[in-house]
């Protein structure tokens, strides 16, 4: 593509000649690697038209810069930037601030405080064991049905619409198949005004945080938990008090009497995977009405439950609405969509509908016809089964590597999921020991970012099979179970992390 | 799509035999609407593995709704709704609660204030004179070679990476070319830590207040003002000052001297379109200077720019980095898309990631490349052109218009933009009169919402040309000008907005 004039402005106020500021504006966007080796420069008229100078200024400043190997004449067809032309490494200029800047760190009046986040390369993709959790495998996702989807989507009938400022409702189709589809499966039957379609399941959290956390509010949550919670938490100045989970998930009697706002996740608690009994489920519907607190019932990843049928959600049990539901596509299509919703009192959703314009105004459209697609032709039932039959696979291999090589599962039982919690022996530091493991191309999860900071505990690790191929996991294993022998050994290396 | 068997569950507790239960639940799955008449109910094999009852309960209890007109069976193909099953309108059934529900309105806590919103009806499209602002116009939108590009983005070789959580980072393609080719147009030269893409402006916007704006710290917004920055305010419980603008703008002098946040539209003011003169905006610069003020530049339409090259933005004169801007696809691609960018201090873009990754993770990844290509393929340039030509054809009509029906356009110089700014003559209130029209499908914005609550004004209006056909705008004039004339005359309708 050529290079378009616009990008060359005067500099105002300069004492320079005309000509000497159009070389040096166009040797300084050289320089600087914002004109690449190879690019044509505007033709003097578009140029001398854009700048409002006289085409001949334009054509005197290019021969003086061919002069100055900064570009190249060619005979008919133009100047191009020459590739012997003097540049610094691209991006590399430090922008030149005259005057002493601004003090940042005392403008940002609201820091992010920060947190521990599970460590994980961004790379995570080059390594060969990767027992990442959350990361979708390509090898198993319908990528045809997806692209047709997609292309649908952005079809002549659809688009449209769908390019569209659409803040004040989501896509009826989409709604229409989570309400008639996915919600019944979970035995909860709501109506459109009764569901928002959120940016995935975090941001559904997020809205759910700013819409019921006052100063002062007693929130619960569950330890260990998804750190992405407690950062929420974090984001807000606001202390949740973190009750422990035991083999059946969050215990309703430790939940204390003044809790306002419980989160929880009770079809595969995050990150141990337990499954709540329904007994425990009911109880803690009757504490609820009993202490009035609401519970956020997080069900980031029923559709895993391959084991057992999964058992109905918490809100399908809920006799007066004080359940407030989250689900996301996040796990069963993809993470990078972005996709989640959220299913409560209708006043509630009224409430986040317009928090959600003020935030970002709405999902992307595209995006929620091209999942309604993809749900509506039965490619995530498929899907979902596809997932099923594989982790079912790969989980058997790894619960048998986990015998063999006498590793510790924790936890309880659990219908499913995508990964296993697992304890490491005395003295060893998992989060030390997943460092060591990279040189090893293993990836694991430490379990210290999922742990309340009073409660700081780095015995805990979590291996996921969901990204990784079933004929990679014995080899990854073993592996996994040699470095840990080492790391009881006292052995282990010596990387640490930055914290 | 045959309905599949995982949104029946057995109700938990129930003292009905199982076979009773199935028809129960099948039948109320049917009355409320869940399952369609004509759709095919799942095999009586496939229900009893699902459920875990013997297949003949189902047998006898789909014989028992067969009798009872829920269902049909066709030889050897099953089962199917029947057309004559008895059911509620869709989704009309009222959730019931047993309990007295939870009082919702004290629960929540941070309630977005309701304020009124540009008067906009969503089926804006079916009005044959949509003078309104800010939605695309399909025909000028390129949507073949968006499509391309969308399809591009889908293909395999990049979806693998882009279906991943990638919240670290923004895509390098979108960054390199918003750096290298957007951002010099405007004068600005920025690195890749210095961006950050966000879900269009208003996100952009909502991000910088949630990080700069404390309690207590002045904060400046222009009046009148884009509606969807008050909000930002009005949902963080924080009160701007607002200050008038004038035929240039916002008057620097007067920025009160305790002022530590200013937002401003120097390109275009939302909503006169006036643009701010150069010696003003140095000017600006150096009360910021003196005063330590940072400033929030929002350049939402600089490419609208088609009577004049559009002047540096404010951000490329900025000697000491307090310049924050903000840039979005929304007008010059389309609005659906949700994508924007912030430019800006390294420390700041650093906590903005922060804060992005708590709120929503990151934006789509699959809409980043999409436009990332539609960039860099030289697209977009094309379809800015476009809109140039033809916004520059509407706009001479428009303003033969105003000059033949002697109406009164305000503000001052501008370089182009998509829209008026008008004043109605005296004692016109234009929400009734925007009201009024739409009987005549006539759709035009009335100012209300535009000014701060302090001073009320229904004087002013704004009439758009992005989304109405050339041809069609004499005679939508001509309706409103009529339309004028009734209403100084008193004989205006009497409808009336809620408010």
């Given at each position: ?168 409702s989501d896509d009826p189709m989409l709604v229409e198949f989570i309400l008639r589809h996915i919600l019944p499966r979970r035995g909860i039957h709501a109506q459109p005004d009764q569901i928002l379609i959120t940016m995935g399941g975090q941001n559904a959290l997020w809205m759910i945080a700013q819409l019921l ?48 706002l419980v989160f929880t996740t009770p079809s ?13 489920r009911?109880?803690m519907l009757?504490?609820a ?5 609401l519970i956020v019932e997080d069900d980031y990843e029923f559709e ?6 999964p058992s109905p959600a918490l809100k399908s049990l809920d006799q007066d609405g004080r359940v407030i539901y989250v689900g996301s596509f996040s796990k069963s ?6 996709l989640g919703y959220v299913v409560g009192d209708r006043l509630m959703i009224e409430e986040m509908r317009k928090l959600r ?5 709405h999902p992307?459209?595209?995006?929620q016809?091209?999942t309604a697609?993809?749900l ?124």
């Amino acid at each position: 593509m050529p290079i378009p004039p616009e990008i060359f402005l005067l500099p105002p106020g300069s004492d320079a000649t005309l000509q000497q500021q159009i070389q040096q504006i166009v040797a300084e966007a050289i320089v600087s690697g914002r004109c690449a080796a190879g690019e044509k420069v505007p033709s003097s008229r578009r140029l001398a038209a854009h700048l409002a100078v006289s085409r001949i200024t334009i054509t005197v400043a290019y021969n003086e810069l061919v002069a100055n190997e900064y570009l190249v004449a060619r005979d008919r067809s133009g100047y191009f930037v020459a590739d012997t032309a003097p540049r610094r490494p691209r991006f590399d200029d430090p922008v030149r601030h005259a005057r002493p800047g601004v003090a940042w760190a005392d403008r940002l009046t609201r820091p992010v405080r920060q947190r521990d986040d599970i460590l994980r390369p961004p790379n995570w993709m080059d390594y060969r064991f990767p027992f990442i959790y959350g990361q979708s495998d390509p090898e198993l996702f319908d990528h045809a049905n997806w692209r047709a989807c997609a292309l649908r989507a952005v079809g002549r009938r659809d688009f449209d619409t769908l390019a569209q400022d659409r803040y004040q409702s989501d896509d009826p189709m989409l709604v229409e198949f989570i309400l008639r589809h996915i919600l019944p499966r979970r035995g909860i039957h709501a109506q459109p005004d009764q569901i928002l379609i959120t940016m995935g399941g975090q941001n559904a959290l997020w809205m759910i945080a700013q819409l019921l956390l006052s100063d002062g509010e007693v929130a619960i949550v569950e330890n260990p938990c998804f750190p992405g919670l407690r950062r929420i938490f974090d984001q807000m100045g606001h202390v949740g008090r973190s009750v422990d989970v035991d083999a059946g998930g969050l215990p309703p009697e430790r939940i204390p009497e003044d809790a306002q706002l419980v989160f929880t996740t009770p079809s595969h608690h995050a990150p141990t995977n337990v499954t709540m009994p329904i007994d425990r489920r009911i109880e803690m519907l009757e504490r609820a009405a009993r202490d009035d607190f609401l519970i956020v019932e997080d069900d980031y990843e029923f559709e895993m439950s391959f084991l057992a049928p999964p058992s109905p959600a918490l809100k399908s049990l809920d006799q007066d609405g004080r359940v407030i539901y989250v689900g996301s596509f996040s796990k069963s299509i993809f993470p990078g969509l972005r996709l989640g919703y959220v299913v409560g009192d209708r006043l509630m959703i009224e409430e986040m509908r317009k928090l959600r314009s003020v935030v970002l105004r709405h999902p992307p459209s595209h995006i929620q016809r091209s999942t309604a697609y993809f749900l509506s032709l039965g490619h995530y039932d498929a899907q979902v089964a596809r997932l099923a039959r594989h982790y079912g696979q790969r989980r058997a291999i790894m619960e048998s590597c986990i015998r063999v090589h006498g590793l510790t599962p924790v936890g309880g039982e659990s219908h499913g999921g995508s990964s296993f919690w697992m304890r490491a022996p005395e003295g060893v530091d998992t989060t030390r020991l997943a460092l060591d493991l990279r040189a090893d191309s293993v990836l694991i999860e430490p379990g210290a970012a999922f742990f309340a900071h009073r409660a700081p505990d780095r015995s805990h690790y979590r291996i996921a099979y969901s990204s990784i191929p079933a004929n990679r996991i014995q080899d990854g294993m073993a592996r996994l179970a040699r470095a840990m022998e080492r790391a009881v050994g006292g052995q282990g290396g010596s990387a640490m992390p930055n914290d």
